[in-house]
């Protein structure tokens, strides 16, 4: 579920040895559409350690180039660098494991007995895949690659445990900016330094 589109899916395999080169991992990338298409990455540091946001600013700065020379998207597009946030997209094998006994959303990509939309508490992961506990007290037990979207949800729990283990992301009242956003285009540009913007 990191990437769902062909295009995404080239789009990673240039991005992630970047991010693995700057100890970063690719939660989530995403082309969203419009008039001027963005190009969105979530990225962690490896393992899930606390993610800062300069971490995001040096992977926006090193993928510049790269996305430049590569051209993954024909247009002028804006890219987005963000950390996934604490209501955070579960899109790896092994992503379910590090939330046990939290609450997930999940979207499966073919509906089980006519349903995709579940909701409920992570109990496990293992071969078999995410062991959920339905709201309604039933099970559902689906691999990563069988889901279109799953994210935990924002609750008191999730945010304690999140301040605890370190991971909270940057705060907008301490850092003043959660993500940054690279407009590319082919005209000469310069880098603020302070955002990490290019104008």
Request: one cysteine or more; glycine letters at 8%; hydrophobic letters at 35%.
């Amino acid at each position: 579920m990191i990437a769902l589109t062909e295009q995404e899916r080239r789009i990673l395999e240039i991005a992630a040895p970047v991010a693995e080169r700057l100890g970063l991992e690719i939660v989530r990338l995403r082309v969203m559409g419009g008039r001027r298409p963005g190009l969105q990455i979530m990225t962690e540091r490896a393992g899930g350690a606390p993610t800062s946001v300069e971490d995001c600013a040096k992977l926006s700065r090193a993928l510049s180039p790269v996305f430049e020379e590569a051209d993954p998207i024909k247009e002028a597009y804006v890219l987005e660098v963000s950390t996934p946030g604490i209501d955070r997209p579960l899109t790896r094998p092994g992503d379910f494991g590090r939330w046990v006994g939290h609450e997930v959303r999940i979207e499966l990509a073919r509906p089980l007995d006519g349903r995709r939309r579940f909701t409920g508490t992570i109990t496990g992961e293992d071969e078999d895949g995410a062991h959920i506990e339905l709201d309604d007290e039933t099970k559902l037990v689906a691999h990563v690659n069988e889901m279109s979207r799953a994210s935990l949800v924002l609750t008191d729990a999730l945010i304690e445990a999140a301040r605890a283990d370190g991971s909270l992301p940057p705060q907008m009242d301490e850092d003043g900016l959660e993500e940054f956003e690279i407009d590319e285009t082919e005209d000469d540009t310069d880098t603020n330094e302070k955002t990490g913007d290019v104008t």
